[in-house]
C-alpha cells in the first residue's frame, strides 16, 4: 500500500502505443502519483494509474493499494488488464 501525493485525470486517450478505448469508448481516469516507503528511511515514488477519477473522492494523503482492473480487448477478445491504484 502507499499515499497519494498527487494526481490529474488523464481526460483524453494518451499517445502512442496506447491500445485502449478511444473515442466514444474513452473513460477519463485518473492518475497519480503513489509514495512506497521501504525500511525506515528509503521512500519510492510510483505513478501510476488510479481506479477513480472524481476529486471528491481523491484528497491528498489518501490511503492507496494496488489491484488489477480491466483495460481493454484483444483482436481474439481476450480480456487485457492493467495495474491500478484504488482507495483503502
Known amino acids: 500500500s502507499g499515499i497519494l ?4 485525470t488523464q ?4 499517445g502512442a502505443p496506447y491500445a485502449g478505448p478511444v473515442g466514444e469508448d474513452f473513460v477519463p481516469f485518473g ?15 510510483v505513478e501510476g494509474r488510479l481506479t477513480e477519477n472524481d476529486p471528491e ?3 491528498f494523503g489518501t490511503h492507496v493499494e ?4 480491466p483495460f481493454t480487448t ?4 481476450n ?10
Do not use: N, S, Y
Open 66 to 69: 494496488l489491484t488489477m482492473v
Open 79 to 88: 480480456e487485457i488488464v492493467t495495474f491500478a491504484f484504488q482507495p483503502v
Open 5 to 8: 501525493v498527487a494526481w490529474t
Open 74 to 77: 484483444d483482436d481474439e477478445g
Open 11 to 14: 481526460g483524453f486517450p494518451p
Open 31 to 45: 492518475v497519480g502519483l503513489v509514495q512506497l516507503g521501504i525500511g525506515d528511511d528509503a521512500v519510492i515514488r
Open 57 to 59: 473522492k481523491l484528497p
